[in-house]
């Protein structure tokens, strides 16, 4: 199990890559206990698939045209959701 010091030092990792404006494709799977993603994603111009799998509550919010946060990332190119019920 994942405590709460290593999933914060996890995330900051993650904002860190985020935060680079070169990056073109980012993955999230089998990752549980991720809630939500950066509201600034939309500052990354490069970014142009996200992918998401094993991520239930992620999968939930970000589903395409229903999800609670689907406008959060609605501009990019592609995306690919696959929740553990697909």
């Known amino acids: 199990m994942i405590g709460s010091y290593s999933l914060t030092k996890l995330w ?3 904002v860190w890559i ?3 404006h ?5 993955l999230i799977v089998n990752c549980p206990k991720v809630l939500s993603l950066p509201d600034d ?3 990354l111009p490069n970014l142009e698939i996200l ?3 094993g991520c239930p509550e992620l999968c939930r919010r970000y589903q395409p045209e229903v999800g609670h ?3 959060k ?6 995306v ?4 553990s019920e697909n």
């Open 41 to 43: 994603l939309h500052c």
């Open 12 to 14: 900051t990792g993650i």
């Open 51 to 53: 992918g998401m799998e």
């Open 73 to 78: 990332i609605s501009h990019i190119k592609h």
């Open 18 to 20: 985020i935060n680079s």
């Open 69 to 71: 946060d689907w406008p």
């Open 22 to 26: 070169c990056l073109n494709t980012l």
């Open 80 to 83: 690919y959701i696959k929740s």
